[in-house]
């Protein structure tokens, strides 16, 4: 059974920082690659960032494209999102997911594998 473990989660001013880890263990882990959504309240969970694991390949929303990075690694079985200049839009509970296949990045039913979440917080 695999499972995914949120972490970095808290709250933070507006132009503030926070890194976010997802840590994998479980069961035979083989995953094509890792993704990043987040589900403010009243809204749907959106796509926020995706990185395959081989290539390093990344992917991003627009909304956060120049101030969050995604990475991975590969011998801890690690996925990080670094959130830069955070925005009060950016408040919401952040998921982590596996995909264990070639396939779109951004849609949900993509993913296999889901973290339990972690929140974000952030003030103007």
């Known amino acids: 059974q695999v499972q995914l473990v949120e972490s970095g989660g808290g709250s933070v001013q507006a132009g503030g920082s926070l890194r976010l880890s997802c840590s994998a263990s479980?069961?035979?882990?083989?995953?094509?690659?890792m993704g990043w959504f987040r589900q403010a309240p009243g809204k749907e969970r959106e796509f926020v960032a995706a990185?395959?694991?081989?290539?390093?390949?990344?992917n991003y929303a627009d909304s956060v494209k120049g101030r969050f990075t995604i990475s991975r690694d590969n011998a801890k079985n690690t996925v990080y999102l670094q959130m830069n200049s955070l925005k009060p839009e950016d408040t919401a509970v952040y998921y982590c997911a596996a995909r264990s296949r070639l396939s779109t990045y951004a849609r949900l039913e993509s993913y296999d594998y889901w973290g339990q979440g972690t929140q974000v917080t952030v003030s103007s």
């Open positions: 479980g069961g035979t882990f083989s995953s094509y690659g």
């Open positions: 990185v395959r694991w081989g290539s390093g390949f990344t």
